[in-house]
């Protein structure tokens, strides 16, 4: 409601937040992708809410990372008019999980290449658009899946550190689509999109989507997540 109003006084504004901060992430990212001061800065790291706590799967716990010094910097540079280096370096930064290390951009979303995948036949994913006409995935939901207690939501009412746990079992009550192995590494970094087109027995319900990590049948990693509640969708008339 006051963005144009926050755009127009000139503020800097330096827009911080975790991968596992519930939603705040995302609206970090809006806001800095929003408002237009070139000296508005985005950071991105692997925290739960608080910024405590590095929330990622390869080394979980108790972040070392200077927050105070961050602010110092930020502060000085912009109340103070101090030579801090704020200017210099690039608008975003964000921190790739697994792979432990921070990167940097010009922008956001980073420069990046974009791939598609296809809900396929025999509950696979494909690079390869399907040819069928008609296809079909049918589902009764289990509803004693769930996320658990340690949830990027969870972290908002004191979780501390979040972890996705038994997501192999989990897994086994909801509608799976797997890829092949994949054949290199491959970073993920952006805004994963999911097109689905839903017809439900209910009038209202909330699909959630999960792109995860497979080792092994046994350990499943979650990298991402989307929700949309059904009252909110675009309704087709097509049969």
């Given at each position: 409601?006051?963005?144009?109003?926050?755009?127009?006084?000139?503020?800097?504004?330096?827009?911080?937040?975790?991968?596992?901060?519930?939603?705040?992430?995302?609206?970090?990212?809006?806001?800095?992708?929003?408002?237009?001061?070139?000296?508005?800065?985005?950071?991105?790291?692997?925290?739960?809410?608080?910024?405590?706590?590095?929330?990622?799967?390869?080394?979980?716990?108790?972040?070392?990372?200077?927050?105070?010094?961050?602010?110092?910097?930020?502060?000085?540079?912009?109340?103070?008019?101090?030579?801090?280096?704020?200017?210099?370096?690039?608008?975003?930064?964000?921190?790739t999980m697994v792979e432990e290390k921070w990167k940097s951009a010009e922008r956001w979303p980073p420069e990046s290449e974009s791939v598609n995948w296809y809900f396929s036949a025999h509950a696979k994913l494909s690079k390869s658009r399907p040819t069928d006409s008609i296809g079909e995935d049918r589902h009764t939901f289990d509803y004693t899946h769930s996320t658990g207690k340690r949830s990027r939501w969870e972290s908002l009412v004191g979780a501390g550190i979040v972890m996705y746990e038994r997501r192999a079992s989990e897994d086994r009550k909801l509608l799976v689509h797997n890829s092949e192995p994949l054949e290199e590494d491959i970073e993920v970094t952006g805004h994963p999109i999911v097109e689905l087109y839903v017809?439900?027995?209910?009038?209202?319900?909330?699909?959630?989507?999960?792109?995860?990590?497979?080792?092994?049948?046994?350990?499943?990693?979650?990298?991402?997540?989307?929700?949309?509640?059904?009252?909110?969708?675009?309704?087709?008339t097509e049969k």
């Open positions: 409601h006051y963005w144009q109003r926050l755009d127009s006084s000139g503020a800097i504004v330096y827009s911080q937040s975790g991968w596992y901060d519930a939603d705040y992430a995302c609206g970090a990212i809006h806001r800095f992708r929003t408002l237009s001061n070139p000296r508005n800065k985005l950071i991105l790291g692997p925290w739960s809410h608080g910024g405590l706590y590095s929330s990622s799967p390869a080394n979980s716990g108790a972040t070392m990372f200077d927050n105070d010094a961050l602010r110092l910097q930020f502060f000085d540079a912009v109340f103070k008019g101090k030579q801090t280096g704020f200017d210099k370096e690039k608008p975003v930064h964000y921190f017809s439900s027995s209910d009038t209202d319900g909330a699909f959630f989507v999960y792109l995860e990590d497979m080792h092994s049948e046994d350990s499943v990693v979650m990298v991402a997540e989307g929700v949309l509640r059904a009252i909110h969708r675009k309704v087709s």
